[in-house]
């Protein structure tokens, strides 16, 4: 191995030794912990120090770094207090998760460190998020992310690759290519000589780096970053390396040919670079046992505080209030003067005052732009608030959702226009597994509003009609609005984005151009979980939301003998609960009409509900009606036999007769 120093000072050069050196001494010393049985798992990143300590060293204190599982040196460069790693990896409260998540599963703000999660591909959307903000900020910062070669098969990579290529992103996006993604060679990998050809099809920069040799990551990566900081831009590095051991240390290495072991075991990082230093003069050997026993000593120092402290007690409470960062809802009373609006333009304007309202909030989707949205909700505002704020995307649901969050965890808000709900399904892994889950792993909130329009009743068939709020609703971390009206609309789309927690806002298609109400002008909110009591009455309760509201309104209105109360839920997470028990109490029995197919859906859960809560108080069982458990079928008379708006009326009279 051939170190160039070329201008680099001795203390430079002797700092990059010690860098690589504690992450090395810290895997040695957890190994031993591991087989005692003192840590439950550990995924080495032995032999490929020199690729976390070299991006980290070029690396700002103040720009942002995504690393994976094996880079150890990112941590320790960036100098978190190893007491604090060491508790991470013991599941004590004092790690960066509270014990709910485990090894290098976290983020820290206070470093400028974001969490992997193990799906591996999202990490490259979300730093095309944090790259945007800074783009956006003019912060002439670089975002660091790292994948391995295995997750380069993930579709997530390379849909972030191409919206950081068209946006222009500042984003060194790092794969360590070291040899195997647990045990499938890279031949059964991909099918190309180098991971950094794929750049080509990116209209992307590339460079593939020796990622044993620390000299050459530094200096190269010290010209390259420098170099996107004057002009932005992403850039793929393929580091060539190898993983000494397993995957994690249970799996072992048995599956690599020994004379593969022996040939990178001569390319060892810290062992060729501390004869250069030896050969130099800059390092001797005094110099080198002292510096060993003073890491040993910190290690040793650090985990005996880690020892210290005491186990994790379980507080439920403590579990329950972490899933959601804390929103305190600020009351703005709508004005007295109004206008008529459709559903369709209560959302429009609605989205329009909150892009006055909020300077740093960013709107993203297909076609949104100059198209205005294939609903033409966002028609004119690329004119209002320019194309740095309404986003135009390619089509990849799952790296813009990972934008987003991204955004967020920048500091800004952004909206994301789901074409059609069913194509979430195309970002479903951010969705339940990042966004969601983000604020209770590692205190991050996922300030993002995921635009959904759904429904049936307009012929578009089983791609474009799925109501599937059930989905998230069962998805801890998620909050789920469902307005049916559009004085309703207009003030909770507010306040979806005023909340800094996931919301996903379900607009009914067939409701867009067919609902008009008298709406406030000016801008205004309405709470969460406070659902609307449309018609008091003491025979019956209809609980309905969305599109099945006014289903529900038609049909009483068949029917004006039955005196019943009709509840809008209106925000499905957090759901409003109490006025639901306080009219089945009055009443005696309940019906809930959902536009969603049967089993599995929300209906199911308030069905019970109100026998767990109100079992005593119920004259006759709880109904559920909802539509038929098939896909959703195309033309009319095969929609409307689907739909449970025809079925409703003649389950509603059965119920009143029981």
């Known amino acids: 191995m051939t170190f160039d120093k070329k201008s680099l000072d001795n203390d430079i050069l002797l700092e990059l030794y010690k860098r690589m050196l504690k992450p090395r001494l810290i895997e040695e010393k957890m190994l031993i912990l591991l087989r005692q049985g003192k840590v439950s798992k550990w995924f080495s990143g032995i032999g490929q120090e020199a690729i976390s300590v070299g991006v980290t060293s070029v690396m700002q204190n103040d720009e942002y770094i995504l690393p994976m599982h094996r880079n150890l040196g990112v941590f320790t460069t960036r100098q978190i207090p190893l007491h604090r790693l060491f508790s991470q990896w013991q599941g004590k409260a004092n790690g960066f998760t509270k014990g709910r998540d485990r090894s290098f599963h976290f983020g820290t703000q206070e470093f400028k460190i974001v969490g992997m999660i193990s799906h591996l591909g999202p990490q490259f959307g979300v730093a095309d998020g944090i790259a945007l903000a800074s783009k956006l900020n003019n912060n002439n910062q ?17 849909e972030a690759l191409n919206v950081a290529s068209v946006w222009q992103l ?18 059964e990998q991909y099918n190309c000589k180098d991971l950094a050809d794929r ?14 040799n620390v000299l050459e990551v530094y200096t190269k990566l010290t010209e390259i ?16 390396t ?23 075991a001569k390319k060892d990082p810290i062992e060729n670079y501390q004869e250069f230093l030896k050969n130099e003069g800059i390092l001797t050997e005094t110099e080198e046992v002292k510096i060993k026993e003073t890491i040993v000593h910190e290690i040793n120092e650090h985990l005996d505080i880690a020892y210290a402290e005491n186990d994790i007690t379980p507080f439920e409470t403590n579990e329950l209030n972490d899933v959601y960062q804390e929103f305190v ?21 609605g989205l329009k005052q909150s892009m006055q309202h909020h300077d740093d909030l960013v709107i993203m989707g297909q076609d949104v732009a100059e198209y205005g949205g294939v609903f033409k909700i966002t028609d004119g505002f690329v004119d209002l608030f320019g194309k740095d704020r309404v986003r135009n995307t390619p089509i990849c649901e799952s790296a813009i959702i990972e934008t987003a969050m991204g955004l967020s965890i920048a500091g800004m808000k952004s909206v994301v226009e789901l074409q059609f709900s069913d194509f979430v399904t195309s970002g479903f892994n951010p969705v339940v597994n990042y966004l969601a889950k983000s604020h209770y792993r590692w205190n991050q909130n996922a300030d993002v509003v995921l635009r959904m329009p759904c429904g049936a009743g307009v012929a578009a068939g089983p791609f474009h009609s799925q109501t599937n709020e059930a989905w998230f609703t069962k998805t801890p971390g998620l909050k789920v609005v469902y307005p049916a009206f559009p004085y309703d609309a207009k003030g909770l789309l507010a306040t979806a984005i005023n909340d800094p927690n996931p919301v996903l806002f379900f607009e009914h298609k067939a409701l867009y151009r067919s609902i008009r109400q008298e709406v406030p002008t000016d801008y205004f909110t309405i709470p969460f979980g406070q659902a609307a009591t449309l018609k008091t009455g003491t025979d019956i309760t209809v609980i309905a939301y969305g599109a099945a509201v006014h289903w529900a309104l038609d049909t009483l209105d068949k029917h004006p003998n039955i005196n019943a109360e009709v509840i809008d ?34 209906a199911s859960d308030i069905s019970a509900l109100i026998m767990e809560h109100c079992f005593e108080y119920l004259d006759a069982p709880v109904k559920r009606v909802a539509s038929l458990d098939t896909p959703i079928p195309f ?16 389950e509603l009279l059965k119920l009143i007769d029981y």
Not at 248 to 259: H, I
Request: glycine share 10%; charged share 25%; proline share 4%.
């Open 170 to 187: 500042p984003v060194l996006f790092c794969i360590e290519n070291n040899g195997y993604g647990l045990s499938t060679p890279t031949s």
């Open 242 to 264: 190898f993983r000494m051991r397993g995957h994690e240390e249970a799996s072992g290495t048995k599956y690599v040919p020994q004379d593969l072991m022996d040939e990178w």
């Open 635 to 650: 033309i009319n008379q095969l929609e409307d036999q689907y739909l449970s708006r025809d079925k409703f009326e003649g």
């Open 142 to 158: 670089v975002t660091a992310v790292f994948t391995g070669e295995g997750g380069t098969s993930e579709g997530d990579i390379h």
């Open 329 to 349: 809802y600020q009351e703005v009373n709508p004005s007295n003067k109004t206008k008529e609006l459709r559903l369709i333009d209560a959302i429009s304007e």
């Open 225 to 240: 970053t420098d170099s996107i900081r004057q002009n932005p831009r992403p850039v793929l590095i393929e580091f060539k």
């Open 569 to 602: 839920l209106r925000t499905l997470q957090p759901l409003d609960t109490d006025t639901i028990y306080t009219s089945v109490k009055k009443t005696g029995k309940a019906i809930i009409l959902q536009e969603d197919s049967l089993f599995g859906g929300i």
């Open 199 to 212: 750049a080509i099809g990116y209209g992307m920069e590339s460079h593939i780096i020796d990622g044993n």
